[in-house]
Nanobody
Framework: QVQLVESGGGLVQAGGSLRLSCAASRSIFSFGNMAWYRQAPGNQRELVARIAWSGTTNYADSVKGRFTISRDNAKNTVYLQMNSLKPEDTAIYYC??????WGKGTLVTVSS
């Protein structure tokens, strides 16, 4: 079991930046991967970015070149740096450990 707590969401204008954090209650090193997902109103939850224990990353096409996922194993924390935000990035962002454990999410709203 692990508890995941997201933070860093908020309201930002288009073109702005936010950094989301996901703090885990125990070591994240043992998880095969950590990921960020998002869900906009009326839409299904979708993968935004994933980072493996090796550091290998992959991104949804819609965020490539704008978002960066990283992890700090010593702090048991995963980050999502979001730049050049667009209104269509508006969603609740969730952190996931091994696609098994989930946080409660943090809301990101991008105004035009």
């Amino acid at each position: 079991q692990v508890q995941l707590v997201e933070s860093g969401g908020g309201l930002v204008q288009a073109g702005g930046s936010l950094r989301l954090s996901c703090a885990a209650s125990r070591s994240i090193f043992s998880f095969g991967n950590m990921a960020w997902y998002r869900q906009a109103p009326g839409n299904q939850r979708e993968l935004v970015a994933r980072i493996a224990w090796s550091g290998t990353t992959n991104y949804a096409d819609s965020v490539k070149g704008r978002f960066t996922i990283s992890r700090d194993n010593a702090k048991n924390t995963v980050y999502l740096q979001m730049n050049s935000l667009k209104p269509e990035d508006t969603a609740i962002y969730y952190c996931a450990a091994a696609d098994t454990y989930w946080g409660k999410g943090t809301l990101v709203t991008v105004s035009s």
